[in-house]
Structures are given as structure tokens and as C-alpha cells.
């Protein structure tokens, strides 16, 4: 879908949201587009959506107040099966949401696709570059919501690619860092699935970049460690050691983090980090809804509570959060 309106930022109200709202908002999103979804009963992935501040829905609307109305596509028409046997699967990062950090590799093999299992995080307007015949099916994971269970997404698949489909399987970031790809990769390798993988531009460097923090600067640190904070200090869980990271004088970068920021914080202090710390947390990096905020490790927790910053996000904490500020 293209859209052509005189002027900057035209008004776009999406009716009927189906299956692929989430690819038609970020398609319009990637044209500069102000999207509306209207709805009377969100489903959670519009929820989602406007949670994360890229739509507004409203309940009812006046449709001449709108540059462009467009009825969402529904379905996708399910590709005949190729000989059995003959399938693979492709691993592709699909970078931090912004399609313009896609490699050229992972959009070539959408575009040969008959098969993708995407995740919400995902560059979804690139979407529009697979083939009609393609089936393309959402697993993504909402926070606190709506989720496909990872062995559901191994057997998908496996199946798939047994019953001689090219299925690409379309994550966020890079599929090898903190993306459940080597879990991926054992479930085809074990099934005799041929695969392979397509790196992607990984969100614990991209994000920090977008927001103008560079991980390393020769005169701050001389490297940075990534970890998730999923699971939080003091979990029986974790396998992270936050009193060391909070001696290291490295950069740190936590994806998944936001939740846990409270327990970090008090867990990095205690490990002998200074209390004035500059820290930083960037939510939907890549997306025309990012933003961020700046504070210190001590105060970062309820400064990203103030702003409403929710998943997904990064989190940096370092002397470099503050580099190019001090210097510009």
C-alpha cells in the first residue's frame, strides 16, 4: 500500500483491523503517516499497538476528518505445498523495527518465502515484500499478554519445512542474541530440517546508537557487557552476577530489563557502582514512537515510571550515557 497526500503527515484511519493490522500500521508508519485504527473492541494486538504509541483508536470517527480511510487486509492466501522433504528454514534477524536496518539478505528471503513465523518487533511493514501465496503467522509475545509458547514456534517450524515449504522465521533484533535462535535451530537440526541463519542488526547496539550513546568511547570504558534482565537480581533463576557488573567499569546494556529496574539498580550500587551513574532507558528504538530518558542508576527506575516507558526497551548504564551531550 502507498500512500500519496500533499503536505506532511497525512491522517490515516484504518477500519475493520484484522489478522495483518500490525503490518499495515507499520507499513503506513514507514510513509509518515498519522494512523488511527478505529475499533469498538480492540484485539490485544491493537492494543499493543496503541500502548506503544504508534496508533490512536477510537471508538467512532468522523471519516471526512482523514486524509486516507483503508479497510485492514484480513488474511493471506495459505501457498500450495511443495514435495515433502525438499524444505528449509531461515533464521533472519530483522533488526529493531526499522526497516531501513533490515540487511539486504534477510529481504531477499522474505521475499522467497512461502512460510513466515514473525514475533511483533519486527520491521512488520517489510512484510508487504513476501509473496501473495505466503502464509504469514504471528507468534509474537506481548508482555504481560498475549504469547505463542516456544515449543508451538519450533514445531511450526519443523512442519512447515517438513512438508517442503521455505519458512523464514522473522525475529526482532538479531535471532542469536536473546532471541531463542540456537532453540530454533536444535529443533530443525534435530528434525532433519535443513537451516540456516541470517545475522541481524541486534537492538543492544542498535537502540543505544539511535538515542546518540555510543557503548564504548576510548577515554570512558574500554568495552560493555549485554545481559537480560528478565530475570530479576535475587531470582533464584538468575545466572548473572550484578555485584561484579557493578565493579567492572564496563558499559552496561540490559535488554528486557524495564520491570526489573528497581532490583538492578539496588543490586549494581551494592556491587560498588557509584550512585551517580549516568543510566539511560530507550523504549521502541527504531520506531517513530521512540523516546527515552536520562537520570542516574538510582533514579532511572522511577524517571522511566514517570515517562511511561514500557516494553520493549534498552537500558544503558555508563559514563558513555552522557558522552556526546558533555561534548557537544
Known amino acids: 500500500m502507498r500512500i500519496t497526500v500533499p503536505g506532511e503527515a497525512p491522517a490515516v484511519l484504518v477500519r475493520d483491523p484484522g489478522e495483518r493490522i500490525a503490518e499495515t500500521v507499520h507499513g503506513l508508519l514507514a510513509q509518515g503517516a498519522v494512523v488511527s485504527v478505529l475499533a469498538t473492541s480492540p484485539s490485544p494486538m491493537v492494543e499493543d499497538l496503541a500502548t506503544r504509541q504508534l496508533v490512536t483508536v477510537v471508538a467512532e470517527a468522523d471519516v471526512t476528518a482523514y486524509d486516507i ?7 493471506r492466501p495459505v501457498a500450495g505445498a511443495e514435495a515433502a522433504g525438499s524444505g528449509s528454514v531461515v533464521l533472519v534477524g530483522g533488526g529493531p523495527g526499522d526497516a531501513g536496518l533490515l540487511t539486504v539478505a534477510g529481504l531477499e528471503a522474505l521475499r522467497s518465502a512461502d512460510v513466515v513465523v514473525t514475533d511483533r518487533l519486527v520491521p512488520l511493514g517489510a512484510l508487504d515484500e513476501v509473496p501473495d501465496h505466503a502464509e504469514v503467522l504471528h507468534v509474537g509475545k506481548m508482555p504481560r499478554g498475549a504469547f505463542t509458547p516456544q515449543e508451538a514456534i519450533n514445531d511450526l517450524l519443523v512442519t512447515h519445512g517438513r512438508a517442503g515449504k521455505r519458512v523464514v522465521r522473522f525475529k526482532g533484533g538479531d535471532s542469536f542474541v536473546f532471541g531463542r535462535g540456537g532453540e530454533e535451530w536444535a529443533a530443525c537440526v534435530e528434525a532433519g530440517v535443513p537451516v540456516t541463519v541470517i545475522p541481524g542488526v541486534s537492538s543492544a547496539l542498535a537502540v543505544p546508537a539511535l538515542a546518540g550513546i555510543p557503548l564504548t568511547h576510548r577515554t570512558l570504558t574500554q568495552g560493555f557487557v549485554v545481559v537480560t534482565g528478565h530475570v530479576p537480581p535475587g531470582d533464584p533463576r538468575s545466572m548473572v552476577d550484578w555485584a561484579w557488573l557493578g565493579g567492572s567499569g564496563l558499559t552496561l546494556v540490559v535488554l528486557m530489563g524495564v520491570a526489573a529496574l528497581p532490583q538492578i539498580s539496588a543490586a549494581l550500587v551494592s556491587g560498588g557502582m557509584d550512585p551517580n551513574t549516568p543510566a ?49
Do not use: F, H, N, Y
Open 69 to 75: 480511510v483503508v479497510r485492514d487486509p484480513l488474511t
Open 280 to 328: 539511560a532507558c530507550v523504549a521502541d528504538g527504531g520506531m517513530p514512537s521512540m523516546r527515552s530518558v536520562t537520570a542516574t542508576i538510582t533514579t532511572l527506575a522511577a524517571a522511566a515510571k514517570a515517562a511511561g516507558l514500557r516494553p520493549p526497551a534498552v537500558t544503558v548504564i555508563g559514563d558513555v550515557v552522557t558522552a556526546l551531550q558533555e561534548s557537544s
